[in-house]
């Protein structure tokens, strides 16, 4: 933000000492124009997940600094941090609520782009790039939960992985790929601190860059009427000139208290329920009730319930139909009303999941 | 942050908007004191935790693999043994025999009911004083009474006199 | 009194039917197949009543003249080792097979048994040539045979080999059980009474289908001893004539021992051979039961020892206080009546002439199992058994409220296990109290459980402070929040105010 008001360049003395030796101002002023349709209604979600994508960074980065990533000593410096680091629970507490809260804003803000047709024509590529954020994010917390190695984190890898292994044909394969061998163990601790901190980081970096790169380009979809396609006769002549919202400061602003709001948020859950700690990971010793993270109960619920080849085929072909979404839906409305039967799948399929999910967590 | 509550530019939601020249200027003053309060308010929450965070710990650390000196040969001496903490938890170390490898080291929460076990230097056998369970000091199985499994082995290392624990 | 049938003439009756069963398959060698399945059938149909089952019931008047022997030691039964020499190929089975489904399952039955296994055969407990397969060789009283053996036979006969030292060792088993069977109450009464109706090595161990105590589905396998013992002792009909009570099963079910053997099925668990012995089984008696207990209850047995209970003649015992086949998990309401007592002096005194005794070492009723059943509240013992109950019931508050200040800090997120581990020394000591109750000394029990209350006050500190950090934390969360608040209202105002700017300029 600072930077930014120094791009403005009102002629300070400290912003021409770096203008005259940078020459980044006509960047930033760039960088601060994006289009914003004064109907667009974007409810600050992408801004706050990206917040929330930071906070994960710095917690996540304080942590490492710790965090031993052994089956022996992995359980030993997680308490470390809790328990005797200086405000170790408050970083480990947050960077838990943190993730817990970045699935929750992702799939919002899917679900907001969803409802006002934003993938549509000529933004395919950026929801595309939001379908694999969606499943960098959910690959973040997947791996993230075994390393505490405490007995719920172990189980909850061990049953969620099982579900990776039930894969037809490549199951066994793609289960030995994830475990690093035929059970959870140090090498699975291992693989999963490398895609923790490694992999995923960068993948998930790389696809931000490209998903905030064709937004800024393309700024945001107006939920009313749909982008004009070109060569389409009429459609640019005869509508008025669009409304827009300056984004900078009025939009910054907004997404700032946006995260503010967010960060009190974060604040009172790791205060209020802070990160626990069960016992020590125990192979031999199964807990009572094992399951998975609240985000793969639906298909692990799922799993129960029907065939395998069906349990695991449905979320397969979903996520496919997710990621390709803005290609399979050929509709060029956007508002939801002249949208009928892809809205009511999307609410059957949102139904199926919370459904799946609730009778998980109570079965 | 006292210039923002003399600020008199300050206008309630009602008040009568000033002219464009003063506005502009209490505006500009107003924005700056916000943007002050809020990096410094923010950046304080923020950083307090994070370099906190960096200090390192007074507390010895705890990772597998580190050490912990339980005592001296001369403190337990051949045919004796010793309850000692090893970070929260406590252990039993016992000296066998005056060899290195004759010093051996068990969990010593007795894996019936949970009471801290002692070794008895008469009979050379770790005795749990609430029910009688019985373990053989040399690897920790049970000899007798109510006991469902052994004392958790812990790693010991001997160096000179010095009886050292290793974290598994 | 069919059922009482000399045993030869019965066996003379079976000849009979298996004569005709003989001829019929001879016939049906000839190539009729099906007629020979009926054939059997028939012979099954006209066999004489299952020799295995009848005789047991009851004891008639007309008792045969075996029985009338006290036939416990092996001479009059037939000497196993003749058959020793027979031939292995095992006749008996092969005929008995074919008689009728009855005879075909006590066939199946000993081949499965550990005897079937190892080459102890029908001869072996019935006499008779087990190589003939001509029935009036094999079955030939001249042969030794002897049908079914009596039940008094039966225990000798068992004892024949089971008592041999030489024959055993290679089982690795014990040999003392006819000795130990011939003192137990079973035995005594079969040979000073002849009475036939007591417990006999067939009546826990089976007769053809004898298993290893080891095999889970032996009746004499631990977990399943109680309900072998209660076929019996459990029965209001059958032990009518002794007169003994027949709740024991279900006084032990319900006790301590009964759940940790039939509902956790932990085999370290008592089932009553542990009390009362197997073979020579026999109510243990007052000055035994502390021996007993202590089998297992080691190191209370050394704290009673050091007590001034047992240093008393007529001092009270385990069962005193815990009972017998009703131990329940004793707590400090074991101590005194919850309500005033009524003493009887002749429960402690002699009426005569006021020396100490103690008239019922046992309470039936759980209630008087208390010390004040016998110190009266007067008394200066009376004063002691209160301090020492007192002192255990500050330590198990004391221990209590550090365990339910620890679960409030875990509950609230904290990390507890430096409390944990001084609560785990605070429970040592309070089971260590606990146990010094039976040296009935105030001072040990005192000093112990001071222990136990100092160890739960350090616990319960650790806890506090982790509740004082949690509290902390989330007042300190208030006032950042607080800020954060300030920070979102200045915020607004200003993108207000920077509207409002706009507002103004065209």
Known sequence: ?363 | MAPGEDDPGFPGPDSVRPAIGEDTVSRRRFIKWVLGFSVTSIAAMVITPIVSFLVPAKQETTGAGARVLAGTTTDIPSGTGKVVAMGSSPVIVINTDSTPSGVKAYSAVCTHLGCIVGYDSTTRVIVCPCHDGHFNPANGAVISGPPPAPLKTIDVAVEKDQIFLVRG | MNDRMPLLARARGLTRQARLGFLMAILCASGLAIAQGSAAKGAAQGAAPSPGLVAESSPGPSAPAADASPSVLPSSAPSPDESETAAPTNACAACHKAISAPQRAIAEQWEASIHGKNGVGCADCHGGDPTSDEIGVAMDPAKGFIGKPTRSQTVALCGTCHSDVNRMRQYQIPTDQLVKYQASVHGQRLINSKDVRVAICIDCHGSHDVKKASDPTAAVYPLNVPKLCASCHADAAKMKPYGIPTNQYALYAASVHGKALLATQDLRAPTCASCHGSHDAKPPKSTEVVQVCGKCHTATQALYEQSKHARLDVGPKCWTCHGNHDVAQPDESRFFHPEDVIFDCATCHNPADQTLILNADRFAKDADRRCDTCHHSASQIYAQAQGIHDALDQANQAFLGAQARIAEAAGAGMIVSDADVELSEARTNLIQARAAVHTTKLTVVAKLAAAAESKAAAARKFADARLNESTFRREAMVVVVAIIFVNVVLLYLMRRRIERGRGTEP
């Open chain 1, 1 to 363: 933000m600072a930077a930014a008001g120094r791009a403005e360049g009102t002629g300070s003395r400290v912003g021409d000492f770096f203008e005259t030796r940078l020459r980044i101002g006509p960047l930033l002023s760039a960088l601060v124009h994006v289009r914003i349709p004064i109907e667009a209604r974007p409810y600050y979600l992408g801004g706050i997940t990206l917040f929330l994508f930071g906070v994960q960074v710095v917690t996540g980065t304080l942590l490492a600094l710790y965090y031993q990533p052994t089956p022996d000593a992995a359980y030993d410096s997680v308490k470390y941090i809790t328990s005797v680091v200086e405000f170790g629970w408050l970083i480990r507490s947050v960077h838990h609520w943190g993730a817990n809260l970045m699935i929750i804003c992702v799939v919002l803000h899917l679900l907001r782009v969803f409802a006002h047709g934003a993938y549509k024509f000529p933004r395919e590529f950026i929801w595309i790039a939001g379908a694999g954020l969606l499943l960098a994010t959910i690959g973040f917390g997947f791996t993230g939960y075994l390393l505490p190695w405490d007995q719920r984190a172990f189980w909850a890898t061990t049953v969620g992985t099982e579900i990776a292994g039930s894969v037809p044909v490549i199951g066994d394969g793609l289960l030995g790929l994830l475990r690093g061998g035929a059970d959870v163990t140090a090498a699975t601790l291992s693989r999963f601190f490398g895609m923790h901190v490694l992999v995923l980081p960068l993948g998930l970096g790389a696809l931000l860059l490209a998903h905030l790169v064709i937004v800024h380009q393309l700024g945001l979809a107006n939920p009313k009427r749909p982008e004009p396609r070109p060569g389409t006769f009429g459609a640019s002549a005869t509508a008025a000139p669009e409304k827009l919202r300056p984004f900078w400061p009025d939009y910054v602003l907004d997404e700032v208290i946006a995260w503010a709001v967010m960060l009190a948020i974060l604040v009172i859950l790791a205060s209020v329920f802070p990160a626990g700690l069960e016992d020590k990971a125990d192979p031999l010793i199964t807990p009572q009730h094992v399951k998975p993270e609240w985000y793969f109960l639906s298909v692990y619920q799922l799993l129960k319930l029907v065939p395998r080849i069906v349990g695991i085929m449905a979320p397969i072909v979903a996520i496919g139909a997710l990621v390709f979404l803005p290609f399979l839906d050929r509709n060029p409305a956007v508002t939801p009303r002249k949208r009928p039967i892809a809205i009511l799948v999307a609410l059957a399929a949102i139904a199926v999941m919370v459904g799946l999910t609730v009778w998980g967590q109570y079965s």
